[in-house]
Every structure is written in structure tokens, then in C-alpha cells.
């Protein structure tokens, strides 16, 4: 790759970047809220190092991965960027549980007992707790991760039970709606469940709901964090990952 092919795509994705920034901004004052208020992840998966160098070059400092191996890989290829935040969005399988807590800031995709366990006795003492969500299938479809929200009071008293942990919020994908009146209804009861969370806990302020699809539906939902990745780096190739 050329220098100048370098360039030309790093301007490439500063320039998407920017245009999901103004969308974002966008739907936050269309919805009535507060400037800021909705953070962007940018989701990295299958992208080269030099689709994240270019978006951390251009301002961004959270980027989300979703496989394991790869997210530990960008990690550490990327460590003398000292302000990136890593958040793990994908499904955990505990055998890889402790690759996960040595090396992320935060997990979006805690949806089981045994995984919170795992990822808190694993993560090194010399780390600041790890940042979790609870993810929650709201859908309640069977191929999707997540608990259902009858089971998360149970959760949230586990994780908060646990030293190295540090409750942050929820998490959700729903199927796919027709409608932005059918992605808000859907949204709804995950609304209402992070709302009555975040009064009684000051620490829980992160409802990480919007995907390209579906943004404006999420953020007037009141999502605080929007996970992004085509919209910036293009499409993903999936041949390049081994998950």
C-alpha cells in the first residue's frame, strides 16, 4: 500500500466519520436532547490497523470489536495509542474469557452467571475494574445473545457483588423493524428498566443501543451509545477473521 493510497483512505474515513458525527448530532436535536449526550463506538471488526489509525488520527478514541483473537490482536499492535478505549460488543465464550479481561476496557456482552464470575476473577489487579453492560434480548429471539428483562434484577445484583466489575449499563440488538415508530416500541421496556437502574446508581449511565439501521430510533430512545462501523470504515470483509 502507497503512501498516498494511505492517505486517500485515511480521508476517506475521517470524512465518513465526520458525516456519522453530523447524523448523530442530528437525531440527538431532533429527539430534544442535550448536545453530546450519545458517544460513538466505532465498530472495527475485520478492519485493518490502518482503518482504526485513521479514525483515532481524526478524534476517536472508543472502537468496539466483536471476535476475541482479533480484538487482543489490535490491541496490542495498537498500544502506543495511549488514549483508545476498547470495548468488547461480541458473544463471550468463556474459554476466551481471560484474553478479554487483560486487555478491554469495557464489555458490552455480559449475558451469563458464569462469564461476569470469569471476567472478574480474571482481570489483573494492577487494571481498573472492568466497564460491563448487561446485554438484554429484548426481540426474544432464540439466536441472540442477551438475557431476558425478567432476569435482570438477579443479574445487576451479581455484577455489582463482584470487585472486579463495575457496572456501567445495558446493551441490546433487536431484530430488524420496519418502522421508526416499531424500533422505538421495541426499545421502550429496555428504556424503562435503564432509567429505574441509573436513579438508584449514579455508575450506570451507558444504554448502548443504535446500529446504522436504526439510529435515530435509539437515540430518541435514549441511547447514550451508538455502535457504528460500515457507515465509517466501509464494508467488512468476514474472510479475514478465523471466529
Known amino acids: 500500500m502507497t503512501h498516498d493510497t494511505n492517505r486517500t483512505y485515511a480521508e476517506q474515513v475521517k470524512h465518513k466519520l465526520q458525516q456519522v458525527r453530523q447524523e448523530i448530532q442530528s437525531h440527538i436535536s431532533d429527539a430534544q436532547r442535550k448536545t453530546n449526550s450519545v458517544s460513538l463506538l466505532a465498530v472495527s471488526k475485520t478492519k485493518p490497523i490502518e482503518a482504526i489509525q485513521a479514525a483515532y488520527q481524526a478524534g476517536q478514541r472508543k472502537f468496539g470489536?466483536?471476535?476475541v483473537q482479533e480484538a487482543v490482536d489490535k490491541q496490542q499492535t495498537l498500544r502506543e495509542l495511549s488514549e483508545i478505549e476498547?470495548?468488547?460488543i461480541g458473544p463471550l465464550q468463556s474459554n476466551?474469557?481471560?484474553?478479554i479481561a487483560q486487555t478491554m476496557a469495557w464489555v458490552h456482552s455480559v449475558d451469563r452467571e458464569k462469564i461476569a464470575r470469569r471476567l472478574s476473577e480474571q482481570r489483573p489487579a494492577d487494571m481498573p475494574p472492568l466497564q460491563v453492560c448487561i446485554q438484554v434480548n429484548i426481540s426474544g429471539e432464540e439466536s441472540k445473545s442477551g438475557i431476558d428483562l425478567s432476569q435482570l434484577p438477579?443479574?445487576?445484583q451479581l455484577i455489582k457483588s463482584l470487585p472486579n466489575l463495575q457496572l456501567r449499563g445495558l446493551m441490546a440488538i433487536p431484530a430488524p423493524q420496519q418502522s421508526f415508530?416499531?424500533?422505538c416500541q421495541v426499545?421502550?421496556?429496555l428504556q424503562t428498566a435503564f432509567l429505574e437502574l441509573s436513579k438508584t446508581d449514579s455508575m450506570i449511565d451507558t444504554l448502548s443501543i443504535g446500529m446504522s439501521g436504526d439510529l435515530a430510533a435509539a437515540i430518541a430512545s435514549g441511547s447514550t451509545m451508538v455502535r457504528v462501523g460500515t457507515a465509517i470504515f466501509g464494508a467488512r470483509d468476514?474472510?479475514?477473521t478465523s471466529e
Open 65 to 67: 470489536e466483536n471476535y
Open 86 to 88: 476498547w470495548h468488547f
Open 96 to 99: 476466551k474469557s481471560r484474553q
Open 154 to 156: 438477579a443479574m445487576v
Open 181 to 183: 415508530e416499531q424500533q
Open 187 to 189: 426499545y421502550k421496556p
Open 238 to 240: 468476514y474472510t479475514k
